[in-house]
């Protein structure tokens, strides 16, 4: 049988990105990073559009020629169809299905989160099935049941803010830039994670909420800084650990009691949030503890990037789900 060589195209936020798939194996990756919008403090939707028809052409270039195949090698051709930024889901849709349909080939719409979850069957080790995964992006906070690469449950999800915004808003209130998360990360290794308590939400279901966090940091910080103005300064690390940890707690917990319900063992994290050293750390900790199989997909597979939808859109394609001419990017998912 021919092998399955498929291009896949992301950009969904802030990463114009593009990889090219053969038989279940990524052969190229290639993520151009929106930078410019750290100055804002957040993604500015307009100029991440502008941004994305300035550079799919090239990123597509680089992993074609990274893979070492052509464009006249490809059997279809994916995109994100959703969730995501409307403007920026636009251009990576109306590049592949032109790409498409100038090569006569299929193309696939791919779901951003169904994506996320599937970057755990990128590798040698990955889960047997049934799995339960916890997807922790700047956008999104669920845990969900895959069953099989196609047939997917959300059994929890986040009520309000996502477990990135949490990271992001409460590093905005230490005086972080934008996106803060990678910073807190980079802090809380050098602080003590019991420095200081935040008040942690009692959601009975399994579903999670991260505003009432964030307004107990707020408030605490508001009051440690009438006593001492140069209070995050002189703590910044224990901030930084203690509210990584807060976050930490609340998503684990969940997760064990999403494997306790379910009797599901096979664990996997995925999504920007899943890059958290702290993060990684306790599901090993809690894995072995509990006796799960932990699964964590490799970095660059964590944050956005179209190696995930390479290999959702791999498993579209042997189930024969193509999309047509038709089909739109929809900014929010059913999902
Ligand atoms: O999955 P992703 O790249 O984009 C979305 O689909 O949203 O996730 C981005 C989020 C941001 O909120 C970012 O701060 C967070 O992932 N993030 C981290 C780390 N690396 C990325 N949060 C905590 N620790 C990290 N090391
Ligand atoms: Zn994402």
């Not at 052509?70 to 889901?89: C, E, M, N, R, V």
């Not at 599937?118 to 339960?132: A, C, E, Q, V």
């Not at 440690?224 to 103005?229: A, C, F, M, R, S």
């Not at 494997?259 to 958290?276: L, P």
């Amino acid at each position: 049988m021919a092998p399955v060589i498929l291009l896949a195209i992301e950009s969904s936020c802030d990463e114009t990105s593009a990889s090219v798939l053969r038989d279940g194996q990524i052969l190229s990756n290639v993520i151009y990073t929106q930078s410019v919008h750290e100055k804002y403090g957040g993604v500015v939707p307009e100029e991440a559009s502008r941004l994305h028809s300035k550079h799919i052409i090239p990123v597509v270039h680089e992993a074609l020629l990274q893979s070492g195949l052509s464009k006249h090698d490809l059997q279809a051709i994916a995109y994100t169809q959703s969730p995501g930024l409307i403007g920026s889901l636009l251009v990576g849709a109306c590049f592949a299905k032109s790409l498409a349909q100038s090569l006569a080939l299929p193309s696939i719409a791919v779901q951003h989160m169904q994506a996320h979850v599937l970057s755990n069957l990128i590798g040698d080790k990955t889960p047997g099935f049934p799995f339960l995964c916890l997807t922790v992006s700047g956008g999104h906070t669920q845990i969900v049941q895959c069953n099989s690469p196609l047939q997917m449950e959300v059994l929890g999800e986040t009520l309000d803010d996502a477990a990135g915004e949490a990271f992001d808003k409460s590093a905005k209130l230490l005086g972080l830039p934008y996106p803060g998360g990678p910073l807190i990360d980079k802090y809380a290794a050098l602080g003590n994670p019991l420095a200081f308590t935040f008040a942690k939400p009692q959601i009975p279901d399994l579903n999670f909420s991260f505003s009432g966090v964030k307004t107990s940091i707020l408030y605490f910080l508001q009051a440690e800084q009438k006593k001492d103005t140069d209070f995050i300064e002189k703590h910044r690390n224990d901030l930084c650990a203690s509210i990584q940890h807060t976050i930490i707690q609340i998503l684990i917990q969940k997760l064990i009691k999403a494997s306790k319900q379910t009797g599901i063992k096979e664990i996997c994290i995925a999504g920007g949030v899943s890059a958290n050293s702290g993060l990684r750390k306790a599901l090993h900790e809690t894995g072995s503890k509990q006796r799960w199989n932990t699964y964590i997909p490799k970095f660059e597979y964590c944050t956005d990037n179209a190696a995930m939808i390479a290999i959702t859109a791999y498993y579209k394609y042997l189930a024969g789900e193509f999309a047509d001419l038709e089909t739109t990017p929809s900014a929010r998912s059913t999902f």
